[in-house]
């Protein structure tokens, strides 16, 4: 290949990339509070329907994003009802909430299907465009995607050189002896949920408003699965978050450039390729059992109920 396609394939794999990205950093916060949310595709189609029709209505895509971040954090707050005041099971309330996600979105955007929409624009950098291939691949790109660095570098300071972060590991390791020692378990785990609802929607509405700028039904094609797969394959760190990410978005590429280089093989066949690419390149990341057990946040997926 030459060089003008291997940047383009490396460009493309960071907007592939992205929404996945924004949906597992936000699951890695919440994941590390204590709290498994399985709802997340569910939360991305209700952030990219929503988004698409308020930036649709509105006119403005800046509404758009707002509006999509927005309607997840209502819809995780209906799972932090559940699962954290509750305290009922988190695998079913996260499930429950992506069944809801998934026809609630089918049934909001149902007279919208098929519009499409002026979506966000790629911003040159000046001069750091110019750098060879690197310079297309990093510094040409659109806002929601620099703004998922962005978030990626605000997720790994915070979780790694603050105290807000020590106080969220410490929750989600032993909930009982943060609450001995004076911190707010539920507000801190709601806060986290909270998080994770806004970046599900931001993903989604990146979906509806940049990636694809229009609305399908069930256009998020699994990728809130995938999200879900990439924080327990990259043991709970936002670096290999990142990376795992962007391999699932390499291998989209992929898939399309072989097809459009005359690769002779069924479309449903590669097709499949990102989802078996990924799987395999996380599990060998996580190789080490010893090394995944280490980084588990201890009280996942355990309700809490605070002593009276």
């Not at 997840?72 to 099971?89: K, S, Y």
């Not at 098929?114 to 790629?122: L, R």
């Not at 949920?193 to 094609?221: D, I, R």
């Not at 978005?249 to 499949?272: C, Y």
């Amino acid at each position: 290949m030459d060089s003008v396609l291997i940047t383009n394939v490396l460009a493309a794999t960071l907007v592939a990339g992205t929404p996945l990205l924004l949906v597992a950093l936000g699951e890695l916060v919440c994941e590390r509070s204590g709290v498994l949310n399985l709802g997340q595709e569910g939360m991305m189609l209700m952030g990219a329907v929503i988004g698409f029709i308020a930036a649709t209505s509105s006119g403005s895509l800046a509404i758009g994003v707002l509006a999509a971040m927005l309607g997840g954090v209502m819809m995780t707050m209906l799972f932090a009802l559940m699962a954290i005041t509750l305290a009922a099971n988190q695998y079913a309330a996260g499930l429950a909430l992506t069944i809801f996600g998934i026809g609630l979105s089918s049934f909001v955007g149902a007279g919208f299907v098929g519009q499409s929409i002026d979506g966000f624009d790629k911003i040159a950098i000046p001069l750091l465009s110019d750098i060879p291939v690197i310079g297309q691949v990093l510094f040409n790109q659109d806002l929601l995607v620099y703004g998922s660095l962005l978030i990626f570098v605000l997720v790994f300071c915070f979780l790694n050189y603050s105290r807000g972060g020590l106080i969220l590991r410490a929750v989600g390791e032993s909930p009982e002896a943060a609450n001995a020692n004076g911190l707010k378990v539920l507000p801190v785990r709601y806060l986290a949920v909270a998080f994770g609802g806004a970046m599900a929607g931001l993903a989604g509405a990146y979906l509806s408003l940049a990636y694809t700028p229009m609305w399908t039904e069930n256009m998020t094609a699994g990728r809130g699965w995938i999200a879900l797969a990439l924080v327990v394959f990259a043991t709970w760190k936002p670096e290999r978050v990142l990376l795992g990410a962007y391999l699932f978005g390499a291998a989209s590429i992929l898939h399309l450039v072989l097809q459009g280089l005359g690769w002779n093989s069924p479309t449903e066949l590669l097709a499949m390729l990102p989802y078996v690419v990924t799987i395999i390149v996380l599990v060998l990341l996580s190789w080490n059992p010893a090394r995944t057990r280490l980084n588990t946040p201890l009280s996942i997926g355990q309700p809490y109920r605070p002593s009276k």
